[in-house]
């Protein structure tokens, strides 16, 4: 099965910037989605942006357009997410995740199959 590690994480004051990375290792197909879900203690999880191998199609949740993007290494086969001007509410583990197949980042952003171990994101002064 598909292996993702995920790193940058850390303690960030409001207004600042982060970038995380995710290294992944095992597809069977060259068609997948992966992005980026995060979770908080006693909280739902938000997919929070996605991009597809085949088209490069991105998803984005409305809470961070404007203020993240994602992007793709091809050759070294690592997807990262630049945020910027970083707010409280963005305090979360981030978790990069995948689901193999040709499908509408729009649709399976939420619902990928394959997490990481995660990264903590803090925003704090």
């Known amino acids: 099965q598909v292996q993702l590690v995920e790193s940058g994480g850390g303690l960030v004051q409001p207004g600042g910037s982060l970038r995380l990375s995710c290294a992944a290792s095992g597809f069977t197909s060259d068609d997948y989605v992966i992005g980026w879900i995060r979770q908080a203690p006693g909280k739902g999880h938000e997919g929070v942006s996605c991009?597809?191998?085949?088209?490069?199609?991105?998803y984005y949740a409305d809470s961070v357009k404007g203020r993240f993007t994602i992007s793709r290494d091809n050759t070294k086969n690592t997807v990262y997410l630049q945020m910027n001007n970083l707010k409280p509410e963005d305090t979360y583990t981030y978790y990069c995740?995948?689901?193999?197949?040709?499908?509408?980042?729009?649709?399976?952003?939420?619902?990928?199959?394959?997490w990481g171990q995660g990264t903590l994101v803090t925003v704090s002064s």
């Open positions: 995740a995948v689901t193999e197949g040709g499908f509408d980042v729009n649709v399976v952003c939420i619902h990928l199959d394959t």
């Open positions: 991009i597809s191998s085949f088209d490069s199609s991105t």
